[in-house]
């Protein structure tokens, strides 16, 4: 018996019942039951039980609905997949006319001969060298196609968080792949390093430094990490820059990358120039052979550029030779006297461009002026309300058909509100420091650059976890995929709704955003840590 | 156990030709399969799932993964019991999606009484509830404890398949089949319900 008073518990009774126990077991209770009338009447008890719920659970007290009565049509498909069929289309087809194809058409028309923004962007740079064989967009469209149909295969497997721990390393060891530090001098100054004139570096040259001063000549690429950058000597490859200010004073015979708060440029630049700083100057004496493409808030552009430039930014102004067209996006734009723009000047801008009347343009510029924030008379802006919405629904059913699991458990997380906003809070504010702080050491880039890309699509995501849960608060909550996605397009729409109310869209777009990040947060924290246990 | 008393009511010699006639594309004969099939499904998952619309939906789903995987059905065994382990997959899966569930087996061992319960007491609950309260009361269970119940009480599945839908060992589906009947007990005698309500606000989630 299981007890010490001689009796058997109530487990082993049920067992017993169940016919679960073993042959002598359950011989010891049967000849323990012919002389128990306490275990005898236990057991009666718990078979009475037995009877009592299968009666109970049987009966059938109540319709059965018609939808259920009738039988399903052949090949019928469930009315979720077809509106998820038409949306995602509309979605690919909104994502497609208003992001992709005009980017690409601006990138072409400001001259990028190579090929297409994304190329541009991604595999001509020092930093992407290594991709330089897969040039074309279809080769890119080609692999994600591939990874599409790989996650989707994979996808069960992909609930499981060791999956995605997997993928995330094979993403983030991809990325680390291509950056050419095997053949590659690295330095790191401390505090401050110089490469001496006279001095040659045969290869790539890495400097991580408080202060980096380039006199000598680097016979490959420079890739510069500080916060001050001064290159007085000869650049063969290109230069990437990284830092607070940067100086090039020296010839390069590449390309010139730079994130930085201040770039001055001083000296020729044999092929392009592609900048995100705060102040960009380009002095009467630099020559740049390609083409600029620029992000700043003031770029002041005296020297002479080859090919088009592409700026945008608060304030642009020209007093140099611009070999091809000029299209500035700006608030202002100032065409001084010595300027000289050989191509189309087209300017988009809040405030009419100032254009002296000694510059020579080839022909007139083209002027449009918009206004700062939404312009609610526009029917532009309404489409464009419907493009976001049709890509934030393009990326939910993404998610939703890639990893499902998942993204129920977010959704569920977000019905736990303060704990999401907290969170959400800490980590979108966090994280981007943390991650530049990682990309402080050479090693650290490797994982900095994809925690700052996988930051960048959980913002994103963040409100389509929110939408799905506001949806389910209102239309509620049916099971499956097909009622997920009615969910998930009805809330995004609300949520659309709210952030085009003037002065109230952006808290709304910055509370949504730390909510679904905190739910995402909470979500993976579940995921990771085991379960506890729970006391009855 | 006999599963036919709550599903279907054809002989097995013509379950097997309709089921044949499926295979070929016959789409009478999954008419006909689906009407003798779906109203004990529907039941089922509306003994598991919150809300009767959320049964419907699951209904349909489930004979749509019917007729997807109707290839992998080994004929050798029961019909039934294959339809039954494609249905509790599929609702396991559901409630799991729904909820995070954190209870473990070991936690559920712990809170097993030992004691004898009172035969008498036992009697006099039967008697006082209606088939409609029990099934109200079991709607209150966690999760994992209702789909014990009703896996072994209405589909009249073995602790084998049990285990296996619900992804414990063997050896613990008679503790959790106990423990659900514990749980059932309180809910409807009311007299647990401090605990019961602990138990389900953060065992089910």
Request: charged share 20%.
């Amino acid at each position: 018996m299981n007890r010490s008073d001689g009796h058997f518990d109530e487990m082993t009774g049920l067992l017993y019942l169940e016919g679960q126990l073993d042959a002598g077991h359950a011989s010891e209770v049967s000849a323990h039951l012919g002389s128990c009338a306490a275990c005898s009447e236990l057991l009666h008890a718990l078979e009475t039980e037995g009877v009592w719920l299968r009666e109970a659970l049987t009966v059938d007290d109540e319709s059965i609905p018609a939808s259920v009565v009738a039988a399903p049509e052949r090949g019928a498909a469930h009315w979720g997949w077809i509106a998820a069929f038409g949306l995602g289309l509309g979605g690919a087809y909104t994502l497609w006319s208003g992001f992709v194809e005009p980017s690409l058409a601006q990138a072409s028309s400001a001259g990028f001969t190579q090929g297409n923004l994304l190329t541009t962007l991604f595999f001509t740079g020092a930093f992407w060298k290594g991709w330089d064989a897969m040039r074309s967009l279809m080769e890119f469209m080609a692999m994600a196609t591939l990874g599409t149909v790989a996650i989707w295969l994979l996808r069960k497997q992909l609930q499981r968080f060791t999956a995605i721990a997997f993928v995330a390393g094979a993403l983030a060891s991809a990325l680390m792949i291509p950056q050419p530090v095997a053949a590659a001098d690295m330095e790191r100054g401390d505090p401050a390093y110089t490469l001496p004139a006279g001095q040659e570096v045969k290869t790539d040259l890495i400097v991580v430094a408080n202060r980096a001063q380039i006199d000598g000549d680097v016979d490959g690429d420079l890739i510069v990490m500080s916060q001050y950058v001064t290159v007085n000597g000869h650049v063969k490859g290109d230069i990437l820059g990284f830092g607070q200010e940067i100086r090039v004073n020296g010839p390069v015979d590449g390309n010139v990358r730079a994130w930085c708060q201040t770039i001055t440029l001083n000296s020729a630049v044999a092929k392009n120039v592609m900048v995100w700083s705060q102040v960009v100057e380009l002095d009467t004496k630099a020559t740049v052979g390609g083409t600029a493409t620029i992000g700043t808030q003031v770029a002041q552009l005296n020297g002479q550029i080859e090919g088009d430039v592409l700026g945008g930014g608060q304030v642009v102004g020209i007093d140099g030779t611009m070999g091809h067209d000029v299209t500035i996006r700006a608030d202002r734009l100032n065409i001084g006297p010595t300027a000289e723009i050989k191509g189309q000047t087209k300017y988009v801008g809040g405030k009419a461009p100032e254009i002296s009347s000694g510059a020579k343009l080839a022909s007139p510029p083209i002027v449009s002026t918009v206004k700062r924030g939404p312009d609610y008379s526009q029917g532009a802006y309404y489409w464009h309300q419907v493009m976001f919405w049709g890509a934030s629904f393009l990326l939910g059913l993404a998610i939703l058909l890639v990893a499902p699991g998942f993204f129920f458990d977010i959704e569920q997380a977000c019905k736990k509100m303060g704990p999401a906003v907290g969170f959400g809070a800490l980590f979108l504010f966090a994280t981007p420091i943390a991650a530049i702080i990682i990309c402080a050491t050479i090693v650290g880039l490797s994982v900095g650059i994809p925690l700052l890309l996988l930051y960048a699509i959980s913002v994103y995501a963040a409100h389509i976890f929110i939408a799905a849960w506001l949806g389910e608060k209102l239309i509620g909550a049916g099971v499956g995929v097909g009622p997920a996605i009615a969910r998930l397009a009805l809330g995004l729409l609300i949520l659309r709704g709210l952030g085009m109310l003037p002065y109230l869209g952006p808290v709304v777009g910055l509370l949504v955003a730390m909510w679904g990040m905190g739910a995402l947060v909470l979500a993976l924290h579940r995921k990771i840590s085991p379960p506890s246990a729970v006391a009855a | 156990m006999d599963r036919q008393k709550t599903i279907g009511t054809m002989s097995d010699a013509d379950l097997a030709q309709v089921l044949s006639q499926v295979r070929a594309g016959d789409n009478d004969a999954w008419g006909e399969l689906y009407r003798q099939y779906a109203p004990a499904i529907f039941r089922f998952c509306r003994r598991l799932l919150p809300a009767r619309e959320d049964a419907e939906d699951a209904t349909t789903e489930i004979f749509m993964k019917v007729r997807q995987k109707l290839g992998t059905y080994d004929s050798s065994r029961p019909f039934t019991a294959w339809l039954y382990k494609v249905a509790s997959n599929h609702c396991w899966d559901t409630l799991r999606r729904r909820r995070i569930r954190q209870d473990l087996e070991t936690g559920d061992l712990d809170t097993l009484p030992l004691e004898h319960p009172d035969p008498s007491q036992l009697e006099r609950l039967q008697a006082e509830h209606t088939s409609k309260e029990v099934r109200t009361g079991l709607a209150r269970l966690p999760d994992r404890a209702r789909m014990a119940l009703v896996l072994r009480y209405y589909a009249e599945m073995s602790y084998d398949e049990i285990a296996d839908t619900l992804g414990v060992r063997r050896a613990f589906v008679g503790v959790l089949l106990l423990r659900a009947r514990h749980q059932l007990r309180d809910a409807l005698s009311g007299s647990g319900n401090e605990n019961f309500q602990k138990a389900n606000a953060g065992g089910a989630r």
